[in-house]
Each structure stands twice: as structure tokens, then as C-alpha cells.
């Protein structure tokens, strides 16, 4: 399965986007509305903030809607549907009161106004072109419905493998997005893959700048399935040489938790089913 790069300077953006999240669940945005070289630094300053030990003082609590806020370590992580080992990750979770260290806190809430912007955009769009697969509840809202408060911007740090990790374990192991769409930067260093239809794993392309989005359940549930919510994962560096930290910085949006996402759930209803099988 190839998913498609898209030029967002290009007059055929729109429709290549969506058909590319149509047929593959994912598509990779070149020259997103987003600042660069505001990532990149991101990227290095969080660096510095998992290998410190102020992490300590921003251990994670639970918010209203379900979600956690602050720092998770590795061996609390996450241990995804279907497997048993826990994904080789600690990360930061920020929603609107996240308190956040001082020297990250400008960058976090301006790059996060960007992706908010970028979102409501790419939400549009897909209400334009597939608002037909959508019920009553998000058709021609799907850009209103983007709920800042449940929407989580997660920034992960993979170290590099010791060689101590409990055999089997990865970096991120195959799952699926909960939420409507995730928009997710990408990282200076590979590692991860889309599980295509015909079972075979294939890298995400992209560059560092490139933004990186896909469907997620609830999108896929509230589409009647006409937008896919795609399998991917991160693998394990193959070699010493490849054996590099890794900061990745996914956002995920969601929408209000008591829209209507299908005849069966709402989007609170779901969220609540999905976080319960991950906190196992
Ligand atoms: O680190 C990545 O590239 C992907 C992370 C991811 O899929 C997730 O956190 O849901
Ligand atoms: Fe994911």
C-alpha cells in the first residue's frame, strides 16, 4: 500500500488528500501550515526534558474527559489491543490545563494553535467530499465539532534499546487511533509503518516538515467506515547504528464527547469502551 505525499501548494491538494485517506487511511501533507523549525526545536528541547529528572514532578492525572495529563514513564506506557508486552515509549500528554515546564510551555501552545488550525481545515475538507457518509450528527459540522478540551497533543520519546527490553517488546506495537483524525509531525528518525489490505507492513513516507495524517475509529465509526482507520506501528531500530532516541508528536483531535457519532455511540461512549482496553 503507498501512501500518497501531497503538496498543500498544489491546486489538487484538496481532492488528493481526501482520496488518499479514502483509500489508505493516511496521507502525508508537504508544506503543512505549520512552523518547521518550531518542531525541530521542540523536538530537541522535550529531548532534554526525558533525559532530565525534572519529568518526575509532572507524573500523569486523569482528566474529565478520560484522557491523562502530564508525564507517563515506561513503565506505566501503554500496552496495545491484542498484545501483551508494553510499547517501549514514555511520553507527555497536554490538553488546555496541562501545567507544563517553563522553557517548553510558548512552543507547545503555539504549535498546537497551528495544528488546531490545520485540523479544522482537513475536517472541512472531509466533510466536503464525504460529509455523505456521515450521520446527522457530524454532517457539515465536522469542522465545528473539534473539541480543543478532549483533543491530546501526546509527545513520545523512544529510547534507544538497551537490549535489556522483554523479548517481543517494540517501540509502538500495531494499533489503531481512537480519535477523528491525528495529526502527527514526522520524526527525524524512521520506524513507522501502515499495515496495507494485502497484510504487508510498509514505511510511511515523509520528511522532517511533513505532516503526517490519519483516520482514526471514531472518524472510521461516524463514516460508515468510508474513511479507514488504519493499523500502524513502530518498529525497533534495526541496527547499532539506527539505535537513536526518537521524539514523535502526535495530535489527536476529537470532537464534543456527546456528538452522535453513529446510531450506537456517542463519542464519549466510544472514548470510554476504547481507554478502558488500553489501561489493562
Ligand atoms: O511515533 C509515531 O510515529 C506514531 C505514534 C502513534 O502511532 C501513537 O502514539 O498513536
Ligand atoms: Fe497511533
Known sequence: MTVAVVDMFSAEAEMAFVETLRRTGFAVLRNPPLDARRMLKMADDWRDFFYGEEKWEYLAEETPSGNTSGYIPPDVSETAVGHDRKDLKEFFHIVPDTILPAALADDAEAHLGEV???????????????????????????????????????????????????????RAAAHEDINLITLLPVSSEPGLQVLGRDGQWTDVPGIPGDIIVNSGDMLQEASRRQLPSTSHRVINPPDADSNLSRISMPYFLAPDLDIQLSPQHTAGSYLRERLDLLAR
Do not use: F, K, N
Not at 472541512?124 to 473539534?146: C, N, V
Open 116 to 170: 488546531q488550525v490545520l485540523g479544522r481545515l482537513l475536517l472541512g475538507w472531509l466533510d466536503i467530499h464525504m460529509g455523505s457518509a456521515l450521520g446527522p450528527g457530524l454532517r457539515g459540522q465536522l469542522a465545528e465539532s473539534l473539541s480543543p478540551a478532549d483533543s491530546l497533543l501526546r509527545i513520545l520519546h523512544y529510547p534507544p534499546l538497551t537490549g535489556d527490553e522483554p523479548p517481543g517488546a517494540v
